[in-house]
Structure formats: C-alpha cells, structure tokens
C-alpha cells in the first residue's frame, strides 16, 4: 500500500468511527494519520493537509469534552423505536444506513433493541469493526463489562475479524471498561499463523469527500454578523447534520429550513474550503441522552 492510499485509508477509518461516535478511536487514528503526514517527504501541500487534520483533532477532542452522563433510558415503544431509526438515518447506501439506524436507538438509550439490531448486523457482514464497538459501548452503558469480555470471547472464536481487527476491538474494550471504572480483565488476543480478512465483509461503500466541521457567518436575524462554528456529527452526500445544545434554542430557532447561508467553510483532513447551502431540516429532540438538543441539516450547494 502506497502512501497515500494508506492516507485515504486512515482518513476513512477516522470518519466512520467519529460518524457512529467512536471518538476515542477517532483521534487515534487521526493522529496516526498526522504522523504519516508530518513525517512524508513527498505528499504536496504538506501543510495545509497538517491544519486540516489538526482540525479534525480539535473537532474531536471538543466533542469529547462535551460527552456528560446520560439520563436513564426512557421506554420506548416499538413504533417509536422504528421511528427513531428512520428519522437519525441519514446515509444513502443501505449499509450504513442500517448501522446508523442502529445508533440512534442507542443514543436514544434503547441499549437491548440496539444490540439485537446491532447483533444482526454483524452476521451480514455490515462494518464489522464499527459494529463491534458499538455494541461494546452499549454493554459499557448498561454496566455490563462481564458480558462485553464474553463477547469478544465469541467473536475469537467466529470468522468475522482478523487477529488485527480483534487485536483493536481488545484495546478499545479495555479503554472503554477502564474509562467507566471497570477493573474487569479482558484477555489478550493470540496471534494465529494465517489470519484471513473477515470473509463477511460488504463491498466499499461510496466514498465522498467527508467533512468533520463547518462555520459560517449569519447575515440576518439576532445573530447577524456572529461567525459560528459546528462540529459535524453525520453526513449523507452534502448534506451534513449538526447538533445545538439545549441552551442554544434562540440559534435554532433562527435557522429554519429554507434560511440561506452564503459562506460556509468546511474543514476535511484533506483540504478546507468555501461553499454555500441551505438549512434543509431541524429536529427537537424529545426522548433519551440528547433530549432537548437540536439536530439541523445543512445541505451545501453542488459546485
């Protein structure tokens, strides 16, 4: 693999963990991908691509210092928890959908219903490596380390992962069970003389320029002439979803579907760049962790 496939490959990696909310691994891949960057000799406009992937750190870093406690999971029927998978999937091609769907259940603290869907997944091969650590995070959420090691035990033993994969899926259960105070041993993974790449892997999704954050001025309204700045949480083609906390109800109020925002800047690893675009959606949430945020989508302009 050449340097910058190896690139394109770290990048996308990064993405698809902080997309499913894997920010501790998210950074960690970005900041393998910064060392590569800062350590070539060859790659053109060395720099600009050092600031972007430094932004991205920076986007990432702020989220997880945003991460607070979340409330007890509210019940949830059926209906509502098939709503939910339909109103937080944003990606257009099935895969990721169904892995996104899943997500929001879990966000939403349907942390049992997550991991059925979750469980599912992972026979079919979707994002074996992302869905493994979302269910990880969603045993860590229902305090049940014992039934995390347990799984990582089953999955030792079935043909979804190389010794790679479960070598990352190891340390990211022993980072997640030591970070909510777990002292539950999680055994090493061995190596094995031939290890094959999952066999249940899916074909490549689509790939698309992804975008880790956005700012932009306001022209109108009481926040006129405030440059403000998001963190993007999901994307589906140019259309990127953002969250506002609670206590930003004024903002969100005053970006209503339709309102025009004529200079947006987007921050990738790869490059930073102007565009334009259109709050296309905002959502109150009113259920689970994130009760009383907002979710806003901002479609940008094709060029």
């Not at 599912?120 to 994002?127: F, M, S």
């Not at 030792?156 to 980072?175: G, Q, V």
């Not at 880790?212 to 006129?224: E, H, R």
Request: aromatic content about 8%; hydrophobic content about 35%; some cysteine.
């Amino acid at each position: 693999m050449n340097e910058k496939e190896l690139i394109k490959r770290l990048l996308k990696e990064a993405d698809i963990y902080r997309t499913q909310g894997l920010l501790s691994d998210s950074k960690a891949k970005y900041m393998e991908l910064l060392s590569i960057i800062v350590k070539s000799k060859t790659l053109p406009n060395q720099e600009k691509l050092i600031a972007g992937v430094k932004s991205k750190v920076r986007a990432v870093e702020k989220s997880l210092n945003e991460l607070r406690d979340a409330p007890e999971k509210p019940e949830l029927s059926e209906e509502l928890q098939g709503l939910i998978k339909k109103l937080f999937t944003f990606s257009q091609t099935k895969e990721a959908a169904a892995i996104e769907g899943a997500v929001a259940l879990a966000k939403f603290g349907q942390y049992e219903q997550a991991l059925k869907e979750f469980h599912k997944l992972l026979e079919q091969g979707v994002l074996p490596v992302v869905t493994a650590k979302n269910m990880i995070k969603c045993y860590t959420a229902l305090k049940a380390p014992e039934a995390a090691v347990a799984q990582l035990a089953k999955w030792k033993t079935r043909d979804f992962f190389s010794t790679e994969d479960l070598k990352y899926i190891r340390a990211f259960l022993k980072t997640s069970l030591e970070k909510e105070g777990f002292t539950t041993p999680v055994p090493e993974v061995e190596e094995t003389p031939a290890s094959l790449p999952s066999k249940g892997r899916k074909k490549k999704e689509e790939e698309f320029l992804e975008i880790s954050a956005i700012s932009f001025n306001l022209q109108a309204g009481p926040f006129t002439g405030q440059t403000l700045d998001f963190d993007v949480h999901f994307q589906s083609a140019n259309t990127v979803t953002v969250l506002l906390p609670s206590t930003k109800k004024d903002l969100a109020d005053s970006l209503v579907p339709g309102t025009r925002l004529n200079d947006i800047q987007c921050y990738s690893p790869i490059t930073v760049f102007r565009s334009t675009g259109t709050v296309s959606g905002s959502t109150k949430i009113k259920q689970g962790p994130r009760r009383g945020d907002y979710t806003l989508d901002i479609t940008l302009d094709a060029d």
